[in-house]
């Protein structure tokens, strides 16, 4: 049974800084790895997908990296504003492809 | 193209009484997939759907909870009798007919509160 861990569960820093998320898995047999964006009451935005076979994505200033071997995961944001405070989601595709969520980590960017 | 939809967007029931939620996927989309989020708790998976066809329904309660996906209309997440501890987000997500592995897209949600 897929596991999924969040560390931190919370994280407060100042703008402009650059900071790491972190996700680990228990089961490497996976199709693809999300990370999501949730803000407070609404639902989740999809921000970047790793599919099994690559190692990383980018978008903008955000790059999410994956090691299978390992069982871990990073999102790491750049020169962080206030508008990217909200929870992280990491989830995991395995076969049958149900979602596993990790519980999140919640971010907050002080201006 | 539209997002996926979720009506309602928020739902209050009195203990005892039905809800049913409903799921519009993405134009295209033939997979749906049903989440629960509950209080201070992670998302966590219950149903998954194609046309017709209910293929996982593993995270799903044994009692009180069914959900279908016809041939034409939305997916319908029907909770029956309710009580206190169904109160939660549910989320609808979708994914294209080609790949059950590609991105999953999920909708606004519906916020449950039973009284």
């Known amino acids: 049974k897929q596991e999924v861990t969040q560390i931190p569960a919370a994280l407060s820093v100042p703008e402009g800084e650059n900071l790491v998320l972190n996700c680990s898995f228990t089961d490497s047999a996976i199709y693809n790895l999300q990370w999501f964006r949730q803000d407070p009451g609404k639902g989740l935005t999809s921000l970047l997908l790793?599919?099994?076979?690559?190692r990383e994505q980018t978008s903008g200033r955000l790059n999410a990296s994956l090691d299978k071997s390992s069982g871990r995961s990073t999102l790491y944001i750049a020169a962080s504003q206030p508008g990217d405070s909200a929870t992280y989601l990491c989830?995991?595709?395995?076969?049958?492809?149900?979602?596993?969520f990790g519980g999140g980590t919640r971010l907050m960017v002080k201006p | 193209n539209a997002g996926v939809m979720q009506n309602p967007r928020h739902l209050v029931r009195r203990r005892g009484q039905e809800a049913r939620l409903r799921c519009s996927p993405m134009?295209?989309?033939?997979?749906v997939y049903w989440y629960r989020q509950l209080p201070e708790e992670g998302l966590k998976f219950m149903v998954y759907l194609q046309k017709e066809n209910i293929i996982d329904e593993s995270g799903m309660p044994k009692e009180r909870f069914s959900a279908e996906f016809p041939k034409e209309g939305p997916s319908i997440l029907r909770i029956q009798q309710v009580v206190r501890g169904d109160s939660a987000a549910y989320f609808c997500a979708s994914s294209p007919v080609t790949s059950g592995v590609d991105t999953q897209y999920f909708g606004p949600g519906t916020r449950l509160t039973v009284l």
């Open positions: 790793i599919q099994s076979s690559q």
């Open positions: 134009k295209g989309h033939s997979h």
């Open positions: 989830a995991l595709n395995n076969a049958g492809n149900m979602l596993t």
